[in-house]
């Protein structure tokens, strides 16, 4: 079994119940070919009925058996295979496998993320930033995408933000933050240096703090008061790809949320945005 399989196992097992746990103690101590085992031999092996198993599955964020015994499978690869962006593949795949292996990837990372992020949390987020005197998102390298998708969005409401990724403006922008304004931390793996260190200082200086991170236990979080974790769920070379996924749905939570906190207000401002915007596009061509 791969080191991010038991990572996984093992950072569930708390949570689990009982006889799922008896079901995670079998797969982590099995000793057969993880490619041969079916739903009848762990459920057999550690002595519990298949719908526990079936549970245990749930329990690890799966949608089935089948994911998870891919999961298996993909544990015990031949050599010259690479496990990269959350899916197996080898010289042996084929450009057909490609889009198959994306799309049910960034899916499984989305259904994570539903889970992983309560309505409480997204009221309070709602709240800080509509809220807030000033806003300013803090990021660094893959995470861009989704501040300036978020910042985008923000100004569209008539929020005004704005994003720092050069390490020098994030200091001088954190330390000049105070009570009342909100600062926005966007980090896959939670740990980015920039980043952290700019949420820091942002909440010394008073600022209410915010985190969109793929993980728990993070020195980001440890640095904010709010977070919107995306999964929870790491892959062994990184997934920076589906990480952008979950990050942008995350970003359009926010963005409907607040909508619908003020709608009269917040559609009236989007109505506004729109406006100017159609003014930027040529009309249509005409007709031949």
């Not at 097992?13 to 995670?24: D, F, I, Q, W």
């Not at 709010?226 to 942008?248: H, K, M, P």
């Amino acid at each position: 079994m791969n080191q991010r399989l038991k990572q996984e196992i093992t950072r569930s097992y708390p949570v689990l119940r009982r006889s799922e746990k008896k079901t995670a103690d079998y797969l982590l101590k099995c000793g057969e070919n993880l490619k041969d085992l079916t739903l009848e031999k762990i459920a057999e092996g550690a002595g519990v009925s298949q719908p526990t198993v079936m549970r245990f599955v749930k329990a690890l964020g799966y949608r089935g058996f089948k994911d998870f015994r891919y999961e298996l499978a993909g544990s015990e690869q031949e050599e010259g295979s690479r496990f990269l962006y959350g899916f197996p593949f080898s010289e042996r795949d084929t450009i057909r496998d490609v889009p198959a292996k994306i799309i049910g990837t960034t899916i499984g990372q989305i259904e994570k993320t539903i889970r992983s992020i309560t309505p409480d949390i997204l009221e309070d987020v709602v709240k800080a930033i509509t809220g807030a005197n000033k806003i300013a998102v803090y990021y660094v390298e893959n995470s861009s995408c989704t501040a300036q998708d978020l910042i985008t969005k923000l100004m569209y409401l008539g929020i005004h933000c704005i994003a720092y990724g050069d390490v020098y403006m994030q200091s001088v922008s954190a330390a000049s933050l105070s009570e009342g304004d909100v600062a926005i931390g966007i980090s896959y793996s939670g740990f980015s240096r920039n980043t952290v260190d700019a949420m820091e200082m942002a909440g010394k200086a008073g600022a209410k703090t915010i985190a969109i991170t793929n993980f728990e236990h993070t020195l980001l979080e440890q640095y904010s008061d709010l977070v919107l974790c995306t999964s929870n769920r790491q892959f062994l070379y990184g997934d920076a790809i589906f990480s952008r996924a979950s990050q942008l749905m995350v970003v359009d939570m926010i963005y409907i949320a607040i909508l619908l906190s003020d709608y009269e207000r917040y559609t009236g401002k989007l109505d506004e945005s729109s406006r100017v915007i159609r003014k930027q596009a040529y009309g249509q061509p005409a007709k031949l």
